[in-house]
């Protein structure tokens, strides 16, 4: 098997991964307290990428940092995942499925925008247009359909997606930094965030969870959402010869998604969400386009 097969199909997997982990953050939500949910999720996230980290007999490397290293995993930890899940399933807990997914991928237009003025990228006219698109999408879907009036679903619910973007957005942009090996690097953010997640959950809403379905679901989405996906996608970026063509996957996500949403969970999935949905995607495919056709300059050193 080639190295691009290979990477497509870790690619493919992760996209079927992250298809299903809206429906498990609604599962989750239906007994657990965001915070209670962000604790269970975190601690099996810890517990999957320190066996990966062991399997692949480079568990040493946890101990292999500088002081800075461990300084700056404990910051980039209450980023990620303490603000950024306690936003996102916050905003699950207060709005439909079909609707907190899709405005979640809007973060790669968010960390197109922050690019420039943290990272000295331009901004061009199809960066300006692909914003339009996209956040017309994230009108349609936030007002279900109601576009004229401005009539917000749950304004807060969707506050705190929009907020989580630019959380991740940010985490990103400081991520091009980070000198760390990436699953070192995620596992010591959620090793350290971890106490601090287990505090704020014992001080507001107390360590005490009902023993329902909600337990394993907020299991699945840190062994899954938080662990292996990740890992299965940075194997399908370091194997890909083509990462475009991986990278393109992305976009069968969130309409995978609407399926288990609508089987499992039972929502009716408005009109309105589909005609956002993809006018998300239209302007996350102009981004794109724009970043493979800058690509394409450096390759060929025009």
């Known amino acids: 098997m080639t190295n691009q ?16 982990v809206a429906t498990a953050f609604k599962l989750a939500l239906a007994d657990l307290a965001p915070v209670q949910m962000l604790l269970v999720a975190c601690a099996s996230s810890v517990l999957v990428m320190g066996g990966i980290l062991l399997l692949q007999k480079r568990w040493h490397l946890v101990f292999s940092l500088g002081k800075r290293q461990y300084i700056q995993s404990f910051g980039m930890g209450l980023i990620n995942p303490c603000l950024y899940y306690f936003l996102l399933f916050g905003a699950f807990d207060r709005l439909p499925a079909q609707e907190a997914q899709p405005l ?20 061009r006219s199809l ?13 349609v879907i936030a007002t279900r359909g109601a576009v004229t009036t401005l009539s917000f679903s749950d304004p807060l619910g969707v506050s705190l997606a929009i907020g989580s973007t630019l959380v ?40 005490s969870m009902p023993a329902t379905g909600s337990i394993a679901a907020a299991v699945y989405v840190g062994t899954f959402e938080m662990g292996i996906a990740f890992v299965l996608w940075s194997y399908a970026m370091k194997k890909a010869e083509n990462t475009s063509r991986v990278s393109n996957l992305i976009f069968i996500s969130p309409f995978l998604s609407l399926v288990f949403i609508y089987l499992i969970l039972g929502e009716r999935i408005l009109s309105s969400t589909y005609i ?16 493979k056709a800058r690509e394409r300059v450096l390759i060929n050193g025009d």
């Open 127 to 139: 960066d300006i247009v692909a914003g339009l698109v996209c956040y017309a999408g994230v009108v």
């Open 276 to 291: 956002g949905l993809v006018l998300i995607m239209a302007g996350l495919w102009l981004q794109q386009k724009k970043v």
């Open 104 to 123: 979640n991928y809007t973060w790669a237009l968010v960390l197109a925008y922050l690019s420039v003025p943290f990272l000295g990228h331009r901004l």
């Open 168 to 207: 991740w957005a940010s985490y990103w942009i400081i991520a091009t930094r980070d000198t760390r090996d990436p699953v070192v690097g995620l596992f010591l953010n959620f090793l350290f965030g971890l106490p601090v997640i287990a505090l704020i959950c014992w001080w507001t809403e107390g360590l």
């Open 5 to 20: 097969k290979t990477a497509m199909m870790y690619g493919l997997g992760t996209v079927l991964l992250w298809s299903t």
